[in-house]
């Protein structure tokens, strides 16, 4: 199975259309929170600058550097107040050098980013459902095939906008579905966090 980067993955997130907010302004800490209605009114074509996304390259105490996908160099300061994801509410220690990163929170003199959330190799995805077998789920999504884990006690299913459950079996294969998850650094590979499905 062909190994691609984390751009080509990420292509699909949909960031730019719906936005990102931070955790606490919404309550909550989920994948569904960082695709939430922006708080900002940012004009069309402008950078956004209370976020930051990017491959974490250097973690130096509570500050996070990361390299974005448009290349610019962020810093991101980490408080006891700040919410972080990764697959699940989770704590700062859990993020590593190399994941990705996306963090919202407002932006500092020094041009750093006090971080109100952060995600950590959060992806949302619109893929086409090519076969499903126990936990995995064979995807394909923008020409290329996606590997999705289902995760006990953690993946939920929402269906036709119903509350999420965690029975996952009435997902149905060669059907288009939303994937809110995890993205597994270096691979082609998810941890589902939710499935979207209209059946």
């Known amino acids: 199975m062909s190994t691609f980067n984390r751009r080509s993955l990420l292509a699909g997130a949909v960031l730019g259309g719906t936005g990102i907010v931070g955790a606490s302004a919404l309550g909550g800490f989920g994948a ?6 922006p708080t900002l ?24 550097s990361a390299r974005g996908s448009d290349g610019l160099l962020w810093r991101v300061r980490v408080t ?31 041009g750093s980013l006090a971080a109100d959330a952060v995600w950590a190799n959060i992806v949302n995805l619109k893929v086409h459902l090519v076969s499903m077998r126990s936990n995995r ?48 650094p270096g691979t082609n590979e998810v941890e589902i966090a939710t499935i ?3 059946r």
């Open 41 to 64: 009114s940012i004009e069309p074509g402008m950078r956004d600058p209370e976020f930051a996304e990017g491959l974490i390259s250097s973690i130096d105490g509570d500050v996070i």
């Open 32 to 37: 569904e929170d960082a695709f939430a209605s």
């Open 137 to 184: 789920l064979e995807m394909d999504h923008n020409g290329s095939r996606v590997i999705g884990h289902v995760i006990p006690g953690t993946t939920a299913a929402v269906y036709n906008g119903t509350p999420a459950i965690a029975d996952v079996s009435m997902v149905k294969v060669d059907t288009h579905v939303q994937i809110l998850g995890a993205w597994i």
């Open 80 to 110: 006891d107040a700040t919410s972080v994801w990764k697959l699940t509410p989770t704590t700062f220690d859990a993020v590593k050098v190399g994941d990705g990163m996306y963090a919202r929170g407002p932006q500092l003199d020094d």
């Open 196 to 198: 979207y499905s209209h």
